[in-house]
């Protein structure tokens, strides 16, 4: 009989499986709980609900929200360049973000002026 070709991963897998080390695992014999077998992205979603990641937003919501976010999140930054930093890094992200095609909704978030942040943090440190 000719001789089968196994590759480095398959050697490892059989010889896990002669240590028994795939043995009692938790859920073995058991289905997978795929909700909806037709959607490719299932692992994905599984995955995600899992390992209890936050759900990735389409660029545009995850911009607005971190505009939302932003004078909270400078608060934290305890430098006026950390504070301009950030402001300008996020002001990078959306005028990226309109430069190219995205997916989902269009990018209408607005960018900040770092002078008029940087008077807001300030005044907010100063109370």
Do not use: C
Not at 7 to 31: H, I
Not at 32 to 37: A, S
Not at 59 to 73: F, G, H, I, N
Not at 111 to 121: E, G, N
């Amino acid at each position: 009989m000719a001789e089968r070709y196994e590759s480095a991963a398959d050697r490892l897998v059989r010889e896990a499986q002669e240590r028994g080390e795939f043995d009692n695992l938790p859920g073995a014999g058991k289905p997978l709980r795929i909700r909806n077998p037709n959607d490719p992205d299932w692992w994905v979603k599984s995955w995600i609900e899992r390992e209890q990641l936050p759900m990735p937003l389409p660029t545009s919501l995850s911009l607005r929200k971190q505009a939302q976010a932003l004078m909270d999140d400078v608060l934290e930054l305890r430098t006026e360049a950390a504070v301009r930093d950030h402001v300008e890094a996020f002001n990078a992200q959306v005028l990226e973000a309109r430069r190219r095609p995205v997916a989902g909704p269009p990018v209408v978030v607005r960018t900040f002026d770092v002078d008029d942040v940087l008077q807001a943090w300030r005044d907010r440190r100063r109370r």
